[in-house]
């Protein structure tokens, strides 16, 4: 099974400063398609997830775009520009080319 | 409007079985994957079971396998995961999704499911 290993497990961030999030998985996640299958969800208190970025980069409709994904093989980040106060939760990425599976996810909060 | 709908949830003791359904809308429900995610109470996400649009490919996690079956009806627009088994591991609440290659895409509002004596 593919281990996704997120960090930091807690992140307090001041408002309208940058925050960033680390993905790291255990085998590559380049799939034989030539897609690398790296997706970001956002998870608000009692809601459900809502996705933010698939494809390592690629944002959702309706994401603002202080939200940026990078990275390739087994070394993803989120990134935050400037932390809002509707950000807080917990972030989990998830890759998708060796079936699913999830990080431990990050609990943002704000300082 | 994209939705999903589970049911099913409640409340089986240890070794007991559960149906959850998974109810579609919005979208033309074959040409979609489903994947059932469960969070236990105050943890994770945790990726449970996948089925292909066509209901062709299925795959399970390990936490689960030999237990859990999952099934579609695309006439009827919906999914099924079929628990038998429980454990009281299993105690959490079961999210469907919509899938598309590498991704899910949409979510639905969970069902709760609560193995205990």
């Known amino acids: 099974d593919v281990v996704v290993t997120q960090s930091p497990r807690s992140l307090p961030v001041t408002l309208g400063q940058p925050a960033s999030i680390s993905c790291r998985s255990s085998?590559?996640?380049?799939?034989?398609?030539?897609?690398?299958?790296l997706n970001w969800f956002h998870q608000r208190p009692g809601q459900s997830p809502r996705r933010l970025i698939y494809?390592?980069?690629i944002r959702d409709s309706g994401v603002p775009d202080r939200f940026s994904g990078s990275g390739s093989g087994t070394d993803f980040t989120l990134k935050i520009s400037r932390v809002e106060a509707e950000d807080v939760g917990v972030y989990y990425c998830?890759?998708?080319?060796?079936?699913?599976?999830f990080g431990q996810g990050t609990k943002l909060e704000i300082k | 409007e994209v939705q999903v709908v589970e049911s099913g949830g409640g409340l089986v003791q240890p070794g007991g079985s559960l149906r959850l359904s998974c109810a579609a809308s919005?979208?033309?429900?074959?040409?979609?994957?489903i994947n059932w995610v469960r969070q236990a109470p105050g943890t994770g996400l945790e990726w449970v079971s996948y089925?292909?649009?066509?209901?062709?490919?299925?795959s399970f996690a390990d936490s689960v396998k030999g237990r859990f079956t999952i099934s579609r009806d695309n006439a009827r627009n919906s999914v099924y995961l079929q628990m038998n088994s429980l454990r009281a591991e299993d105690t959490a609440v079961y999210y469907c999704?919509?899938?598309?290659?590498?991704?899910?895409?949409?979510w639905g509002q969970g069902t709760l499911v609560t193995v205990s004596s």
């Open positions: 494809k390592v980069s």
């Open positions: 919005g979208f033309i429900f074959s040409s979609y994957d």
């Open positions: 998830m890759q998708g080319t060796h079936w699913r599976s």
């Open positions: 999704t919509r899938g598309q290659p590498g991704t899910i895409d949409y």
């Open positions: 085998l590559s996640l380049v799939h034989s398609d030539g897609n690398t299958y």
């Open positions: 089925i292909s649009d066509s209901g062709s490919v299925m």
